[in-house]
């Protein structure tokens, strides 16, 4: 007998058996939280046709220990009913979100900004194709696993009960559950302690406890909890006030967003293996193709704008797919409620002025590359423009600051770790059909750059500024893209950042390996300032010869207390250990060393544990990549 179907049918069985046990006096601790499942199913995936209850109910956290700080103290109201109305109110600290569905409309709001946002159907997707409208029909509210097997959850618990309360004004019966090895198998749940306390009443639950026995400790009170036939229809409605900015959107933006914010909860990625020298070919895409390097993923792309997005597209499909969902529907839609302006519509603004400055090459590649993933134009293009609205460290030490007079220059990226964009890091190795070959170190489905070094020696990092809004420009990963294609002397690297036209405040340092020289770039659109090796600056106070620093504040100190400290003994090694804390920051996504006269470059990327600059790094050499491979199994 299949396993799913002698599931379903012991489920069933059990059932049954629990309508009869239920109306014993004393019902068994597996029996109670069978019961208790069941009611809540019965609120939650109602079977009969008869117009659902709403259940409604106040919460509060009580005990919150390894929560995030804004949650220790939270407080609010749920109310649902099925099956297509939810509406959520929480207080933290600071601010109050609310977020609801009411049939096919689902809405956010933030009351202290002011702000928020309803998703609808029909309601164009993006404004540069404003043809193309959501065709979004939501489906009824769903726990996400069948009803037989979530009635089997009780059966594979190691249950007791542990004593009676009085919580919320209620006589409770205290339950206290674990997970068997099975049921993680079986369900979704994470491991751990649960400890409930059921109402005798209707054996619903007023508190619920969790503890994974380790780190996580914490404790929900539910008040005032009760079911309602006929709930006011203002229950379901989004709580803004007479002035409050309210943005109409597609329904699907929000629905994304909710999916991508969940996934985030499981987000782990793993410590790099032990480095091994290993290197295997996993696919191909016409001159493209995809390899494994010590653990690492390495595109190579090759050919026109067209050629090189289709061989991206294809080769790394899943990955960029999931890079989208993170950085425009996950981050970018999450910080709209944090700014209180919606996202959307500020990156779509920012496109509509970067376009003009764009290098059609580029577009062309990006549109092939979304062809080939899956994806439409919008999101890609909207994807290369996210650092635009996103406002890190970076050093050049040579000559007498290092133990053979070669130039080393670190780069710290400190940008949204956590978000997503770790598990998508890969280095790509790019010989576009015009200009130089380059190695980015990058993400999938991003064709700029801000983190590379080309054939001709020159290494570039860029750190981010302020100025937010000022687009009129090209877009900062395209001005790095072209120092690499275009740039074959520190100088002719300058002058095309000088020349720009640019965006926002950023900083960078370029290095060249042939003369071993660097400098250091501050730059606005309408201010373009260069700090050579050595040079002291009012930003940057402490003069090292044959060192260019960029951070700030303590970060800054502590970078040039280390550079001082081992002034003239610099090799690799101690040059990479630069980088680490407290000069990273706890945001610090990749770290890498270029030593550009020989193409090496170590390449450190976050996982969920640490830091990148407390990561393995992993060595590549460019000239190496660039060579044919030997044989189509290298």
């Known amino acids: 007998m299949p396993t799913k179907t002698f599931l379903l049918i012991l489920g069933l069985a059990w059932h049954s058996l629990l309508l009869v046990a239920q109306e014993t006096a004393t019902p068994s601790p597996t029996e109670a939280l069978t019961s208790a499942l069941s009611r809540l199913l019965d609120i939650i995936e109602p079977t009969n046709t008869t117009t659902p209850s709403a259940f409604q109910t106040r919460f509060k956290v009580t005990r919150g220990e390894g929560l995030p700080r804004e949650l220790r103290a939270l407080h609010g109201t749920l109310a649902w009913q099925a099956p297509d109305r939810l509406a959520l109110s929480a207080n933290t600290r600071s601010e109050t979100y609310s977020a609801g569905r009411d049939g096919q409309e689902v809405w956010a709001h933030v009351a202290g900004k002011g ?11 993006f404004l540069s194709a404003s043809n193309r409208l959501d065709a979004t029909d939501l489906p009824p509210l769903r726990l996400g696993v069948p009803r037989a097997q979530l009635l089997l959850l009780p059966l594979l618990m190691k249950s007791e009960w542990v004593g009676r309360e009085n919580v919320a004004g209620a006589a409770c019966q205290v339950l206290q559950t674990e997970p068997l090895p099975p049921a993680l198998k079986l369900l979704p749940l994470p491991p751990g302690r649960w400890v409930l306390a059921l109402r005798e ?22 008040e005032g909890l009760n079911l309602t036939p006929s709930p006011s229809p203002e229950t379901w409605k989004m709580p803004s006030q007479p002035g409050d900015h309210i943005e109409i959107t597609a329904v699907s933006h929000l629905t ?38 010590d653990h690492t993923r390495v595109l190579f792309l090759k050919g026109t704008p067209e050629e090189m997005g289709r061989q991206h597209g294809i080769l790394l499909r899943k990955q960029v797919q999931r890079l989208v969902d993170r950085v425009l529907y996950g981050v970018g839609v999450g910080s709209s409620f944090q700014k209180g302006r919606w996202f959307f519509g500020e990156i779509e603004a920012a496109q509509a002025r970067l376009a003009p400055f764009m290098d059609p090459r580029y577009l062309r590649e990006m549109d092939a590359l979304a062809a080939a993933a899956g994806l439409s134009r919008e999101e890609v293009r909207l994807a290369n423009y996210f650092p635009e609205l996103f406002h890190c460290s ?10 053979d007079g070669r130039l080393y220059h670190g780069r710290i990226l400190d940008y949204l770790r956590g978000m997503g964009l770790e598990q998508n890091a890969v280095v790509m190795i790019l010989q576009p059909d015009q200009g130089h070959a380059w190695l980015n170190v990058g993400y999938a489905g991003f064709i700029g750059s801000v983190t590379a070094m080309n054939e001709k020696k020159i290494a570039i990092g860029e750190m981010g500024g302020r100025g937010e809004g000022n687009w009129d420009g090209k877009p900062m990963a395209q001005l790095v893209r072209e120092v690499m294609e275009k740039s074959s002397t ?27 020289r660097a400098v250091g770039i501050a730059a606005t659109p309408d201010h373009f300032e260069v700090v050579q090796m050595g040079e002291a600056h009012p930003r940057l106070p402490h ?15 502590k970078l040039v207390e280390r550079v001082r400290a081992g002034y003239g003994r610099f090799d690799a090694a101690s040059a990479r250990a630069l980088m680490e804390r407290p000069v990273a920051m706890n945001s610090n996504i990749h770290s890498v060393l270029f030593e550009p006269e020989t193409l ?8 969920s544990e640490r830091v990148a600059s407390h990561n393995r790094y992993v060595r ?8 044919p491979p030997a044989s189509p199994a290298q």
């Not at 499981?266 to 016409?286: C, F, H, M, Q, V």
């Not at 100088?491 to 020349?499: F, G, L, P, Y």
């Not at 590549?620 to 060579?627: F, M, Q, R, T, V």
């Open 600 to 607: 090496d470059v170590w390449v450190a990327n976050a996982d």
């Open 256 to 293: 994304r967003f909710l999916a991508t914010a969940w996934s985030q909860l499981n987000n782990r990625i793993p410590s790099l293996p032990p480095s091994d020298g290993s290197r295997r070919l996993l696919a191909t895409e016409g001159q493209g193709r995809l390899e494994m390097i």
């Open 115 to 125: 702000f928020g946002v309803r998703g609808r159907p029909g309601v164009p997707l």
């Open 620 to 627: 590549y050499n460019l000239a190496e990549l660039l060579k």
């Open 201 to 222: 009443s209707d054996h619903l639950p007023v508190r619920i406890g969790y503890s994974d026995n380790t780190r996580l400790d914490v404790l929900v009170e539910l």
């Open 394 to 403: 970076g050093f050049a030490l040579a000559g007498d600051a290092t133990q």
């Open 543 to 557: 003069r090292v010869k044959d060192a260019v620093l960029l951070s700030a504040g303590d970060r800054y100190e």
């Open 490 to 516: 520190l100088d002719e690297a300058v002058e095309i950042m000088r020349k720009g036209p640019r965006t926002c405040e950023y900083y960078y340092v370029i290095s060249d390996g042939k003369s071993r």
